[in-house]
């Protein structure tokens, strides 16, 4: 807080206890909604799982976790007020989740390395057993940090550029691409066929030399695979649509668009796409006609969809409800 020089003292001390109030009322203020908990529960019947994503909503960026149901909203990453938490990733098993780690007041949006550096971390996915596995890590660019293989094998993108796959059972790291990249590098499919920066290229990859073919820029951000390597997704513009990209034809066409009719009224704008390891679900956020990364009212939503298609299977459900910043989800669900 910057007051004038002659500020009174107890305005700085009532302004102080203000914002306390403010982020204490926003912590709490996430209960669904009549209609969507009624959706929540009505999935939740034959079917068991969590979404976890990052939110701002403590005054700096950590990772949530809820219950399909719509229950039992919490935290699951360590009290770091010297670090933010970005790029929430499950496991295929749902079982793990890596994160990258910044110093604080910094974000994988900047073009540079954070001062101090990144890491990458490993923990449960009730966030227990958390613990470094990569001294220096980065994002592509916005918060996509790693690829899972299998449940035990990782694709990152280290501190220099480099792609890296990490064997968590021996610890063992092996480059995947020849060169780094200033600011960025390449995030993989998990079968290792196609690569992509932070804008959408979708490019053949050849693991024989070690080297990505580059494609023409597709427009947008925010791109990633679906786990049978068969697809890539995106963000095809601002707000939408986000698209879907059939890898081997290079036919594109949307998921959802923005202001799509299934969206509830004052949340058609989207962003932040993920498509869990089975294909099955759909989870990504909206926000009332706001875009800024950082500031927005996003919240998450989910939906069931179509693992050939990628066509979504009835109406999107609100899962969150916080006036905070909520983005980048991610998904697991399992049939009871």
Known sequence: MHC??????????????????????????DEPDSESLAALKDLSKSQSGFVVWESNR???????????????LRPIDPEENDREHYCPHLSPDGSKLVYLNYPAGTDTYQPHDPPGGATLCLMKADGSDNRRIADSARAYGEDRGAVWVDDNTLIYIDG???????????????????????????????SKTFATTG??????????????????KLGGCQPY?????RWGFWM????GPINRINLETREVSPIIAQNDPRMPKGRKYLYFPMISRDGNWFAFAASPDQHDHFHSDYDIFIAQMNPESLELIGNPVRFSFDSGTDRFPDIFVKAR
């Open 4 to 29: 004038p020089r002659r500020c009174p003292w107890f305005l700085v001390h009532t302004l102080i206890a203000l914002g306390s109030i403010v982020l204490s009322a926003r912590s709490r203020g």
């Open 58 to 72: 403590s005054g700096r960026w950590r990772l949530y976790r809820r219950e399909l149901d719509g229950s039992d």
């Open 160 to 190: 220099e550029g480099f792609t890296q796959q990490l064997d968590l059972r021996t610890g063992d790291h092996s480059r995947l691409t020849r060169n780094g990249m200033s600011g960025g590098g390449f995030l993989m499919n998990a």
């Open 199 to 216: 804008e959408p290229t979708f490019s053949p990859y050849d693991s024989g030399d070690s080297d990505v073919a580059l494609q023409n």
């Open 236 to 239: 095809g513009g601002a707000g």
């Open 225 to 229: 695979f679906s786990q049978n390597g």
